[in-house]
């Protein structure tokens, strides 16, 4: 009798321990979560002008800082054939457009062949890729480009359009000069930028 009783708990006990041991397999054998991902930091949100800055580092460019602005930055090309080119780009807040201009071309209030000129630039208008020249209301000539969505504009559409400008201005400089009378003592004279910062950027006029 006592035999059995000893028996029963021996068998009992390894009943139950072989239980445990299954349920514990059981759990070790479950599939585990992963623990959840960090939250990458958000990158802090560059500014206008801070934007264009960095976009003008990678395509070689320079920045004027005694004349530039929160929302103009007033930038060199850089020194290739031809000479440096200055460019403006302003971030026109109440049109939602990023502004390209050059200026330094000259001015048409004292030429004679005024009519010949505007024929030049609107030939030149339907021959360049991207922008146009114009001549604003102070009749002086300048050329633009304006990018809808400004804010958004990416390095590479930057890059072509600062580039091709550049490289514009470069080859149709000297001939719109040459043809308004501007003489070679005023070649190195400061391009007048107070234009792009007007609150209507300059329009188009036709001859």
Same mark, same amino acid.
């Given at each position: ?28 054998n479950?599939p ?5 991902k960090?939250?990458?930091?958000t ?40 000479? !440096? ?23 048409? #209030? ?6 010949e000129?505007? !024929? ?73 930028? #107070? #234009?792009?910062?007007?609150? #209507? ?7």
């Open positions: 009798m006592k035999n059995n009783l000893i028996a029963t708990v021996l068998l009992g006990l390894a009943v139950s321990t072989a239980v445990s041991t299954g349920a514990f397999a059981q759990q070790s479950a585990q979560e992963p623990p959840p960090a939250a990458k930091p990158p802090p949100r560059l500014s206008f002008a801070e934007r264009i800055k960095q976009y003008l580092i990678r395509v070689g460019g320079t920045v004027d800082e005694s004349k530039s602005t929160p929302d103009m930055i007033v930038s060199n090309s850089a020194n290739l054939r031809g000479g !440096k080119v200055t460019i403006v780009v302003v971030n026109d807040h109440r049109r939602n457009l990023l502004g390209f201009y050059v200026y330094n071309f000259g001015s048409l #209030k004292n030429a004679t062949n005024k009519q000129v505007y !024929k030049y630039l609107l030939e030149a208008n339907d021959s360049i890729t991207i922008g146009s020249f114009f001549v604003d209301s102070d009749e002086d000539v300048g050329y633009k480009y304006l990018v809808s969505g400004g804010q958004t504009i990416s390095q590479a559409a930057f890059e072509m359009a600062y580039i091709t400008m550049a490289a514009v201005a470069r080859e149709r400089k000297p001939e719109i000069r040459k043809m308004i009378g501007v003489s070679s003592e005023k070649e190195d004279k400061p391009p007048d930028v #107070k #234009k792009a910062v007007e609150e #209507k950027p300059p329009v188009n006029r036709e001859p």
